[in-house]
């Protein structure tokens, strides 16, 4: 679209006039924001989406398994919720799993409400899958493997209609718009020169997670955790960033599709991981942290880069865009896969509270980019596309709360688009800051030039024990005095352990 913006020449300071007024300016379009967008709009606000990327470029497109709701006749909020604590090992907030837990059936309706089909079972009713961790059948799927294709399609079609709601594309949030210790707006920058500055009661994150900072992963590579920077720039402080989940199945392919993620569901279907030698050495239904470690454990033992996922016994016609990977890179379903882990999921981000707000006022954070402590140290699969519904819409109704900003603040401040971490800060977190480090690697990796890269460096520093997710060689036990505590980072400052509220 042709934009109304006034050019900014470099150096200066981008015009202080917003080009856009709006409510809720909403910096990103996977789940989170697309249904933060639709449910402000729906509420009579008039929203702003910043959105850098076409769609097949988020997270949420590439989603496989599905959305985790207490939907079944042997299931219940109380279920999931301990289940997610217990895949959180001891580190979650209690009151945001059960937040997420009682709200996500509702969350699931709303998105029937809003055109997505779900898949059914012969009777009719939703059709529910097992993932690994979850004690029931309770993920709900459209199209098999494609939930988030179909899922963010769906609300992009909406959310392109909508009047309210102006889409401001291919553009980037380049900076976080304060004025007297308060965010209220952002500067957008495009392709070409120039900057937008967008003036809102609230600003929404939900610029998805930072799994692409480490080179082997499943995300796509825009996921490199810019809204974290942003946020980190501002004076917001994160959380959790030393917890980040490594997916035990993904493609090695070393070429084309390597990273593509073999969803979950397979295994809840019946795939077997097997080492070298044909054996099956993990149980592949337990939490993704213990098989991860597993397989790179046998992969270290065996001298191997990979072990081999049999997908024998299961129909792949119900997993479409797991078989066309397949096809695309040549491997044949009837020969073991060769998979390994890679970063699929930051559980940490902008620390948020359980209306997503930052700890800078007028600043909200929602999905992948948000840490409300839901997740603890670990993922329980298919409950973060639930969390970006669950709390997209919560955030969405709490900033439209907020007051109104003067009408031209002074001071927007300069913005071009955030930089991508750089090959050889992707490889140094990966050889730093992967399934399992030490303060070696870590005090190396405090020196890389990414300021984001030094904050995980200094997180995972600072939590000198072994749980969940992190996994140090050096404090290979669990430190029960970090119970329930997090990490919380501010630029320029020391890591400090708080305790959630
Ligand atoms: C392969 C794969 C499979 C997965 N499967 C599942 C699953 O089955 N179930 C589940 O619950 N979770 C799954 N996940 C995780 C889940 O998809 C993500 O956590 C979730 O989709 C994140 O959604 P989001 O809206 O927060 O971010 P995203 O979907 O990543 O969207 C963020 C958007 O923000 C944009 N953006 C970033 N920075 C800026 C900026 N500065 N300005 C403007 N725009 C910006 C990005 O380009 C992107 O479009 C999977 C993830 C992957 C990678």
Do not use: K
Not at 386 to 400: D, K, P, S
Not at 410 to 425: N, Q
Not at 476 to 481: L, Q, R, S
Request: charged residues 20%; contains cysteine; proline residues 7%.
């Amino acid at each position: 679209m042709a934009l109304p913006y006034p050019p900014a020449v470099a150096g200066e300071t981008a015009s202080t006039e917003p080009a856009v007024r709006a409510d809720l300016a909403v910096v990103g379009a996977g789940a989170a924001g697309l249904f933060a967008a639709l449910t402000a709009a729906r509420e009579g606000a008039r929203v702003a989406l910043v959105s850098r990327t076409p769609l097949a470029d988020t997270a949420s497109y590439w989603a496989q398994g599905g959305i985790a709701a207490a939907l079944a006749a042997d299931d219940s909020p109380e279920l999931h919720f301990a289940d997610t604590l217990t895949a959180g090992r001891e580190a979650g907030r209690p009151t945001a799993a059960r937040v997420l837990c009682e709200e996500s059936p509702a969350r699931v309706r709303d998105l029937e409400a809003l055109g997505v089909r779900f898949d059914s079972d012969r009777a009719g009713a939703l059709a529910l899958g097992l993932e690994g961790g979850h004690s029931r059948r309770r993920v709900v799927h459209a199209g098999g493997s494609s939930t988030g294709r179909r899922v963010t399609r769906e609300l992009s079609a909406l959310a392109a209609t909508e009047e309210r709601i102006q889409v401001l594309e291919p553009l980037a949030a380049g900076a976080l718009w304060c004025h007297e210790g308060r965010c209220v707006g952002v500067v957008a920058v495009g392709p070409g020169e120039g900057a937008l500055p967008v003036l809102a009661r609230g600003v929404l994150l939900a610029t998805g997670g930072a799994a692409a900072l480490w080179s082997r992963t499943t995300n796509p590579p825009g996921a490199a955790g810019t809204g974290l920077s942003l946020a980190l720039a501002a004076g917001a402080a994160l959380a959790d960033l030393e917890f980040t989940q490594f997916h035990p199945t993904a493609l090695v392919t070393g070429g084309r599709r390597e990273g593509f993620l073999v969803t979950e569901a397979i295994r809840g279907e019946g795939a077997l991981l097997l080492d070298a030698y044909g054996e099956r050495f993990v149980d592949e239904l337990a939490p993704r942290d213990q098989v991860a470690l597993a397989v790179q454990a046998r992969m270290l033992e065996q001298g191997t880069d990979s072990v081999g996922l049999d997908v024998r016994s299961v129909d792949l016609a119900r997993f479409p865009n797991v078989a066309s990977a397949l096809a695309e890179v040549g491997l044949d379903p009837r020969e073991p896969l060769p998979v390994a882990p890679a970063a699929h999921y930051t559980m940490g981000g902008v620390t948020a509270d359980l209306d997503g707000r930052s700890s800078l006022p007028g600043l909200f954070a929602v999905g992948e980019s948000a840490c409300t402590g839901l997740h603890g140290a670990n993922r329980l699969a298919s409950n973060s596309l639930a969390e970006c519904f669950v709390f997209g819409r919560r955030a969405a109704l709490a900033g439209l709360d907020e007051p109104a900003p003067a009408d031209a603040p002074a001071g927007a401040p300069e913005a071009e688009p955030a930089a991508l971490p750089p090959r050889s800060t992707r490889e140094a977190l990966w050889r730093g800051a992967g399934l399992a480090r030490d303060a070696e690697g870590l005090l190396e990796l405090l020196n890389d030039p990414f300021p984001l890269a030094r904050s995980v460096a200094a997180a995972c520093l600072a939590r000198e024990e072994s749980r969940g997710a992190h996994q140090r060689r050096d404090h290979p036990a669990t430190d029960p005095g970090l119970e329930g505590r997090h990490a919380v980072v501010r630029e320029g400052v020391e890591p400090r352990f708080e305790h959630w509220e």
